[in-house]
């Protein structure tokens, strides 16, 4: 019984890092910033890791803030937060200092930070 458990257990892990990383997207300038909140992703970006932009990125990724989006009661309306600066950072294309930035306000990205919706 114990083996059954822990193959099970192994199994759902697989898939749910599976599904993970397919919702994971790489997003380098604004304009696919939403649309792929919108299609239920989680945004990879370069960030200045400042907490005036992530306010920014908030307001701007709400339902009010974009008026060309198809009201949807099922869909969410907060905008996006960070998630988190993940540890193996994204190397495809690299952060270069001085020259990536951030994707929301220009200045220079510290790192890639993972942004994402609340549902």
């Known amino acids: ?19 993970l990383n397919e919702r994971v997207k790489m997003v380098l300038k604004w304009d696919d910033f939403v649309p792929t909140l919108n299609s239920k992703c989680l945004t ?19 339902r009010d ?10 869909e969410p309306s907060m905008g996006a937060k960070s998630l988190c600066l993940p540890h193996h950072q994204p190397e495809d294309p690299p952060i270069v200092p001085g ?15 993972l942004f994402g919706r609340s549902y």
């Open 1 to 19: 019984m114990e083996l059954l458990l822990h193959t099970i257990q192994d199994d759902m892990l697989v898939r749910a890092r599976k599904t």
């Open 44 to 62: 990879m970006i370069p960030w200045c890791e400042r907490e005036e932009c992530e306010d920014q990125i908030k307001a701007r990724s709400t």
């Open 65 to 74: 803030a974009i008026s060309d989006e198809p009201e949807d009661e099922k």
């Open 99 to 113: 020259q990536t930035k951030c994707i929301q306000c220009g200045h220079d990205a510290k790192r890639y930070a």
